[in-house]
């Protein structure tokens, strides 16, 4: 009989729902299914990561191999939530009670967890993240014994709760994406490199007509490219800003082409030169990727950059924040990367991708082959495999 995976995450990819933590638990369950576990996937009716309204009906759903069950969030104080969250973004030590009336009122479910707990005997192992999700905390410390945190960790203010490093403290190991993400869970936790292993997500390669994305949508100029969610998070008003300052100072006709979901915080003198693709199918997006001059990363808490990825799979180079350590870790691992600290930084790089092709082209390569090398499923399948049986090794 195969053995039974519960893969845990708030929000299941795709249906409107998109973001890289859900992303990397769905396609890690999707090649557990092919490697031949019995997965079970279990998540929220939510698709809306601010309203976590319950838009999805409840109930199970047989896809890509394993079984995703949706249960419904729990009804929520969101003043509460966000009173707290506030607190916590500025620094401010809240007392233990506040950190569960947090956590409790971002996104819970009570169906999904006693569903979790009628079934934990037949699971060898509970995948849940990212780390900082009231259900996840609700279902790593249920189950610590047989729970594999994905924790997809930053360093920010949440991470260092106390609630948070009571989890890492109690499960029995972590998945990281990253070297680097590793280690700071280690600088944060002191978490133990014995209960620790680097998996990250598999990539499948792909072909794209650089031209087809600009010819399809009309673009007669260069562009650079963002893909994901449109916050400060994930700092796309600093690309906004950045490329309104670039497009002033050097006259350089370059548009800022985004995808994604999320209002575009962007001056007005900016907008004729701003395209919102919106949602796009895979094969546009990577399209988008390879046509582009330069994919633009400025988020500083990543523990992955799975976009940043897929554009070296592109053949397209990065520009990246330099106080984002996991990405300016994978440009400088790929050579397919530059990384900027301030706005004099960017317009020179940018300029650079601009004005000498072969060095962009070369970039490119270097990332392409990087990721074909570092990130082919099977690697990534061998070192999921080999973190369940290290981490929880079976019963005689």
Known sequence: ??????????????????????????????????????????????????TWENTLPPGARETDGMTVR?????????????????????????PAADEALWLRNGVHSSALLAHLAANADGYRAVLAGPYLFGLTVAAATAHPEKTLLVPCLHD?????????????????????????ERALAGELYGFPDARARTVGMGLDPFDADPRAFAARRGLDAPYVLYCGRREPLKGTPLICDYMLTFRERTGRDVRVVFTGSGDIEAADALRPAILDAGFVSEEEKHEAMAGAVAFIHPSVNESFGIVLLESFLAGTPALVHAKSRVLVAQCRAAQAGLWFRHYPDFEAELLRLLDDPAARAALGANGRRFVAREYAWPAIERKLAGAIDALLPRRP
């Open 1 to 50: 009989m195969a053995e039974r995976l519960a893969f845990v995450a708030p929000r299941y990819a795709g249906d409107g729902a998109v973001g890289g933590a859900e992303t990397l638990l769905k396609n890690l369950a999707i090649h557990a299914a092919r490697m031949g576990y019995e997965v079970d996937f279990l998540t929220t009716c939510a698709q809306n990561h601010y």
């Open 70 to 94: 949706f249960f419904p969030v729990d009804p929520r104080d969101e003043g509460a939530f966000l009173r707290i969250q506030q607190q916590i973004d500025r620094g401010v030590a809240v």
């Open 156 to 180: 920010e203010p949440f991470a260092r709760l106390a609630t948070i490093r009571a989890m890492f403290g109690a499960v029995a190991g972590c998945l990281f994406n990253s070297g680097a």
